[in-house]
């Protein structure tokens, strides 16, 4: 069974500063999922990576299917950023996808 | 546009009431997935559907059914038998690696 770990579990940062979010995974895997829940919200999906790197606006994701690892970078974060970011990975074919405890991100004004 | 549908976003159910929460998704997906997330931790497996007609259990199957009667619709319904039903749903579907992920439903039993 694959095992998603992400850190740093809780993460705080001012208006503006850089952001990464790590996730690593310990089965290799056709693709990654990252997503984002707002606090009291529904789950929206930001990536699905299969190798490289994807942007979207501020949001860059990159994968290193060699090493299992991924990361998620937040440029110029503001505090509507703030959310949980969770990575999801599949075992294989349609096998359930296990997701990653989360990271919690707040961001400070 | 092709997606996932899950309703109602929240519910309110009165103890030892059964409750069906909805899937629907139009992508032609062959498999389809229910998660449960509570406060602070990660999302859990229930049950999932590789096929119509055909189901497993997950992680923390007890107290909850499942039907896949139809390729769009996987409903799982909360049961009585549930101890602790209050929780963040999630509903998922995929084929090979595209995924696509309803906007939960949030259960609240009173």
């Known amino acids: 069974k694959n095992e998603v770990e992400q850190s740093p579990q809780n993460l705080t940062a001012q208006e503006g500063e850089f952001i990464t979010i790590n996730c690593s995974y310990s089965v290799g895997i056709s693709a990654l999922h990252w997503l984002q829940q707002h606090p009291g919200g529904g789950i929206v999906s930001l990536f699905m990576l299969s190798s490289g790197k994807k942007k979207h606006g501020r949001l860059i994701a990159t994968i290193n299917i060699q090493e299992k690892h991924s990361s998620l970078h937040i440029t110029a974060s503001h505090p509507r950023d703030s959310a949980v970011y969770i990575c999801a990975a599949p075992n294989s074919g349609n096998t359930p996808l296990v997701f990653g405890k989360g990271t919690r991100l707040s961001v400070i004004a | 546009d092709g997606g996932i549908t899950q309703s109602p976003k929240y519910l309110f159910r009165k103890e030892g009431q059964n409750v069906t929460l909805s899937c629907e998704q139009n992508?032609?997906?062959?498999?389809m997935y229910w998660y449960r997330q509570d406060p602070g931790q990660g999302l859990r497996l229930i049950y999932y559907?590789?096929?119509?007609?055909?189901?497993q259990k997950g992680d923390i199957a007890e107290g909850y059914s499942v039907s896949r009667e139809k390729k769009e619709s996987f409903p799982l319904t909360v049961t009585s038998a549930q101890k602790n039903p209050t929780a963040f749903y999630l509903c998922a579907s995929r084929r090979d690696t595209e995924a696509f992920f309803g906007q939960g439903t949030r259960l609240t039993v009173v």
């Open positions: 992508l032609n997906h062959d498999a």
């Open positions: 559907s590789q096929i119509v007609n055909d189901f």
